[in-house]
DNA sequence: GATTTGATTCTCT
DNA sequence: GAGAATCAAATCC
């Protein structure tokens, strides 16, 4: 995917990726490729407080700052990976979370990666399965994602869905500016994570 | 230095 | 619907 379309608003760009393919590359010898099709996204920037890069630049947080169409990798809860694609004009931090996918080719071994799914639609619904089902760690931190070459990219698919597919709604377990409609799915897509409110959230 | 919390998932009820 | 698993980073004292 060209990096010019990573240099617009994340509201703009996460709607935009809907129907985009991540591209995992073998990492060893004798393995499918895996291709994922995006089927729900979250926008964060820096200007509220739901953004990890809300308070500041951090050694952590640094991929949230740019350059456009990288990989920004965080662990949470101690023991699940999330992956956003930066965006933005490189000063500002914004991030692209890509929350929920359909595998469309190497489905055998993204099973093997979640012993737990029961159905393929489970596989990667949802950002810690995607991430587990596509192996994406820490590693892949600041990996860049519009380059074809590297084991992780960003195309865009032969027929991209309808612009009427898509729906808007609040970000899922957030506890800050929950009510922020930045939450962006392909309508009735078994594939899309169920939306739950964050037990504290306020107001 | 100690404590709290989280852009979650899984299992059991 | 509730509770556990599990840890890095942020926040607090």
């Given at each position: 995917?060209d990096?010019a379309?990573?240099?617009?608003?994340?509201?703009t760009?996460?709607?935009?990726?809907?129907?985009?393919l991540?591209?995992?590359?073998?990492?060893?010898?004798?393995?499918?490729r895996r291709?994922?099709?995006?089927?729900?996204t979250?926008?964060?920037?820096q200007s509220?407080?739901?953004?990890?890069?809300?308070?500041?630049?951090?050694?952590?947080?640094?991929?949230?700052?740019?350059?456009?169409?990288?990989?920004?990798v965080?662990?949470?809860?101690g023991?699940?990976?999330?992956?956003?694609?930066?965006?933005?004009?490189?000063?500002?931090?914004?991030?692209?979370?890509?929350?929920?996918?359909?595998?469309?080719?190497?489905?055998?071994?993204?099973r093997?990666?979640?012993?737990?799914?029961?159905?393929?639609?489970?596989?990667?619904?949802g950002?810690a399965?995607?991430?587990?089902?596509?192996?994406?760690?820490q590693?892949?931190?600041?990996?860049?994602?519009?380059?074809?070459?590297?084991?992780?990219?960003?195309?865009?698919?032969?027929?991209?869905?309808?612009?009427?597919?898509?729906?808007?709604?609040?970000?899922?377990?957030?506890?800050?500016a929950?009510?922020?409609p930045?939450?962006?799915?392909l309508?009735d897509?078994?594939?899309v994570?169920?939306?739950?409110?964050?037990?504290?959230?306020?107001?």
């Amino acid at each position: 995917m060209d990096r010019a379309e990573f240099d617009q608003p994340v509201q703009t760009l996460a709607p935009a990726l809907l129907g985009a393919l991540l591209v995992r590359q073998p990492d060893q010898p004798g393995q499918p490729r895996r291709i994922a099709r995006i089927v729900e996204t979250e926008a964060y920037h820096q200007s509220e407080p739901a953004c990890h890069a809300h308070r500041g630049r951090t050694r952590a947080n640094a991929g949230l700052f740019g350059p456009p169409g990288h990989a920004y990798v965080y662990f949470t809860y101690g023991m699940h990976f999330c992956l956003n694609a930066s965006c933005g004009d490189g000063a500002t931090a914004a991030g692209v979370l890509f929350r929920a996918a359909q595998i469309i080719e190497g489905q055998d071994l993204a099973r093997q990666r979640r012993p737990a799914a029961r159905r393929n639609a489970d596989l990667a619904r949802g950002p810690a399965r995607l991430t587990a089902a596509l192996d994406v760690g820490q590693a892949f931190n600041g990996a860049d994602l519009c380059d074809p070459a590297g084991l992780l990219h960003l195309a865009r698919d032969d027929q991209p869905h309808r612009p009427e597919r898509i729906a808007a709604g609040p970000r899922t377990g957030v506890r800050l500016a929950w009510q922020t409609p930045w939450r962006f799915y392909l309508k009735d897509c078994a594939e899309v994570s169920p939306y739950r409110r964050h037990p504290k959230a306020s107001r």
